[in-house]
């Protein structure tokens, strides 16, 4: 029998093979995993920048958050994940960036958030002057607003090689039904939900969806923007957390999250270099198999 494989299929099933041998490597090295669309790795945590890299012209808070960005890329990020509702952000980390030389492993994620149909270009000029990049990794439509026009806007981009990859963005369920529709029906690269322990919601349909597909997927809010970390650090750290070198909440929360197979990268903020150094630990070490995952759902469950 003559079987047919589509690219992006193919890309999909590749991605699979090579998420299987991040994993072996994740003992020794970072976890990386594959963007499905073109199999190109990337660190499997990246960094959100909503509310804590809007500091405005403040000098001092800019020092500060340089030293937690420097942090971020000495111990292995890339991706950085910002947008246009985030305020001050984008030019804070344009600003920081510059300072720190341009890092090169730097993949750089914005958004297009805007409710005037014919305004996507011209707010996303503005986005590229205050990174200061010639080119976006990925561009993606925050929360669906106008996502008919604005995709169609990053969809060209990408054909004139202007943008490498193109999502759509969601958060704690919202519009999640829109979201696997945009999945079925359009060639994006990217969807960016919230996936965490207490948020499970998209393990029922979209990301399964998100693998058939193959799509990356983006977790945001991994700590409920802090609400998650402060419930369960009340707790001790369950004693399975040693079988995955889980030295702390931050990084027992983040492996279960970059464990799951049809996650890219998960993108938490911080304000503070002990907190980024934390996040950054769930980059080694062992990675949860889909029975450690059930046994980490219980723990968390029984708290």
Not at 93 to 119: E, H, M, Q, Y
Not at 250 to 262: V, W
Request: proline share 5%; no cysteine.
């Amino acid at each position: 029998m003559t079987h047919s494989i589509n690219r992006r299929r193919f890309a999909a099933l590749a991605g699979a093979a090579a998420f299987a041998t991040h994993l072996a490597r994740a003992q020794s090295g970072r976890v990386l995993k594959s963007i499905p669309s073109t199999g190109e790795a990337v660190p499997a945590i990246g960094m959100g920048t909503w509310l804590t890299f809007d500091v405005g012209v403040d000098e001092a808070l800019r020092q500060q958050r340089r030293e937690v960005l420097q942090t971020f890329f000495d111990m292995g990020g890339a991706v950085i994940d910002s947008s246009p509702m985030y305020r001050s952000s984008q030019s804070v980390v344009g600003d920081l960036l510059a300072r720190l030389g341009r890092p090169s492993a730097l993949f750089a994620a914005d958004k297009v958030w805007t409710d005037n149909a014919a305004g996507g270009p011209d707010q996303i000029a503005r986005t590229k002057a205050r990174w200061g990049v010639d080119q976006f990794d990925l561009l993606q439509v925050h929360n669906l607003v106008r996502w008919r026009t604005h995709l169609e806007t990053l969809l060209e981009m990408k054909q004139q090689r202007r943008l490498r990859y193109v999502g759509v963005t969601s958060y704690a369920g919202l519009r999640y039904d829109d979201i696997a529709g945009i999945v079925e029906t359009q060639p994006i690269d990217f969807i960016q939900i919230t996936y965490n322990l207490a948020d499970r919601e998209a393990e029922r349909r979209l990301l399964p969806l998100a693998q058939e597909k193959g799509v990356a997927v983006i977790a945001n809010r991994p700590f409920r923007e802090g609400a998650l970390i402060n419930a369960v650090k009340r707790h001790p750290l369950p004693a399975m957390a040693a079988d995955i070198d889980a030295a702390n909440w931050a990084q027992f929360l983040l492996k279960f999250i970059i464990s799951h197979p049809a996650l890219t990268v998960a993108i938490p903020a911080t304000r503070r270099v002990d907190h980024m150094r934390e996040n950054m630990g769930a980059l080694s070490g062992p990675i949860p198999d889909s029975a450690f995952r059930k046994r980490m759902i219980q723990a968390f469950e029984e708290l």
